[in-house]
């Protein structure tokens, strides 16, 4: 089982739906959960930062944890051309005596208009 | 202001060589995180360095190295390069050895013929 995991799409929405991204992990002490964006060719940019269960909102768009389920989303409300990319779930777990910062493989999104 | 700057931007090595990645952290950080991620794949965690010190170690061989100076800045040292440490090599900057709000940089893309 992958400590990370996310289906890798690509997810194709039309212009101004709401692309909803997921993923899974596997570590149930984590605490620490970011998504981060990444455009072709690019480097990843962090969108959004959750800790607590529930919902948080930043504009268009809406992280989602629920650690019971060691499940995080992303929703992006109105999607846009520009935000086709691939996202990238991290996730921050203690493994082998270490801090570490896991990534998934990420989703790429395609907005079309 | 400057962000986090990589050199250099492309480098080809034949297999056994070594090879030196060079990182400046954004102004104000001083934790900086190196990453490899190959195609098509989310960025796998090398290590951390936080007060000229490796803090925190993904799952690398010891032939991954790295180095921060008393300016932050840090070096990643890869040696006996192998075909499979072809990838694009990430640099991320962050405030007190945290993994909170990275800053990439845009990266070194490495080949080993």
């Given at each position: ?94 493994s082998g005596g270490y801090n570490k910062l896991i990534f998934g493989a990420g989703t790429r999104l395609a907005v079309h208009p | 202001d400057a962000g986090v700057t990589q050199s250099p931007t492309h480098l080809i090595k034949t ?99």
């Amino acid at each position: 089982q992958k400590e990370v995991e996310q289906n890798s799409g690509p997810l194709s929405v039309p212009e101004g739906a709401i692309a909803s991204l997921n993923c899974t992990y596997s570590d149930r002490g984590s605490q620490s959960f970011f998504w981060y964006r990444q455009y072709s060719g690019k480097s990843p940019e962090l969108i959004m930062s959750i800790y607590s269960n529930g919902d948080k909102e930043d504009g268009r768009f809406t992280a989602q944890l629920n650690k019971a389920s060691q499940y995080v989303s992303l929703l992006i409300r109105d999607s846009q051309p520009s935000d086709s990319a691939t996202y990238l779930c991290a996730v921050q777990m203690f493994s082998g005596g270490y801090n570490k910062l896991i990534f998934g493989a990420g989703t790429r999104l395609a907005v079309h208009p | 202001d400057a962000g986090v700057t990589q050199s250099p931007t492309h480098l080809i090595k034949t297999r056994g060589q070594q090879v030196t990645l060079r990182c400046s952290p954004k102004s104000g950080h001083d934790t900086v995180s190196w990453y490899q991620q190959a195609l098509g794949q989310g960025p796998q965690f090398i290590f951390q360095y936080y007060e000229e010190e490796e803090r925190q170690r993904g799952n690398f061989p010891d032939r991954f190295s790295g180095h921060q100076f008393p300016n932050y800045s840090s070096e990643l040292n890869v040696n006996a390069l192998l075909l499979g440490d072809s990838a694009l090599y990430l640099c991320a900057s962050s405030e007190g050895r945290t993994f909170e709000k990275l800053f990439f940089g845009s990266g070194t893309q490495l080949s080993v013929l």
